[in-house]
């Protein structure tokens, strides 16, 4: 059973901001929000996690609803190679984190 | 520094053959995850271990399959009596033991069965 609903695909101009909404409305009070990537057929690529604040680190902005109901992830600057199906996971630590069907980004040129 | 290193990078086997796939986790790193990923779907948990100790193997078969990380050497997902609905993508995670450290995957060992 999916905690997290995404939508199955999006396309987003190379160079512009890719921004990629989560809805997670049974989310937990001690739940995380974590972000990974697969590009074709590779294992996933870790991106970014928060709880309740936005976070931001070299790869991506993570912004979460006051609610902790939905979030965002925000790639700046989108480049081809940030094409992939990129999942956003609920859960508390690493163990059994539960990959969904994600969505498929595709950047283009 | 090398990641974490699967292989065989592509497995084949006949049905009833066994299937052992290897995972060396990231250097320091003491937990690994199974996951299996079948054609256009998500990833699902199989099972996490941390050396000599199975800690939660829920998602794993109940027949047929089973996983260990000894002490020494790579963790092992052995598959027995191989069928056709075994045919997926597996991949193999590691972390340290920090709460919340980030999972690194490897590349994944893709297995067929005839």
């Known amino acids: 059973d999916a905690k997290t609903t995404q939508p199955p695909s999006m396309d987003c101009a190379e160079g512009r901001a890719a921004n990629l909404p989560c809805n997670h409305s049974t989310i937990s009070g001690n739940e995380y929000v974590y972000w990974y990537r697969q590009i074709h057929s590779q294992g996933p690529q870790y991106i970014i996690h928060g709880l309740k604040n936005n976070e931001t680190n070299e790869m991506a902005s993570l912004i979460i609803t006051e609610d902790r109901k939905s979030s965002t992830l925000i790639l700046p600057h989108a480049t081809l190679r940030d094409t992939a199906v990129y999942y956003c996971i609920v859960g508390f630590g690493n163990e059994k984190l539960t990959f969904g069907t994600g969505t498929r980004l595709t950047i283009i040129p | 520094n090398a990641g974490v290193m699967q292989n065989p990078r592509h497995l084949v086997r006949r049905r009833g053959q066994e299937a052992r796939l290897r995972c060396s986790p990231m250097k320091g790193h003491s937990h690994v995850y199974w996951y299996r990923q079948l054609p256009e779907e998500g990833l699902k948990f199989m099972v996490y271990l941390q050396k000599e100790n199975i800690i939660d193997e829920s998602g794993m078969p109940k027949e047929r399959f089973s996983a260990e990380f000894p002490k020494e050497g790579p963790s092992i997902l052995r598959i027995q009596q191989v069928v056709r609905g075994d045919s997926a993508a597996y991949f193999c995670?590691?972390?340290?033991?920090?709460?919340?450290?980030?999972?690194?995957f490897g590349s994944g060992t893709q297995l067929s069965v005839l």
């Open positions: 995670a590691s972390s340290g033991v920090e709460f919340n450290e980030k999972l690194f």
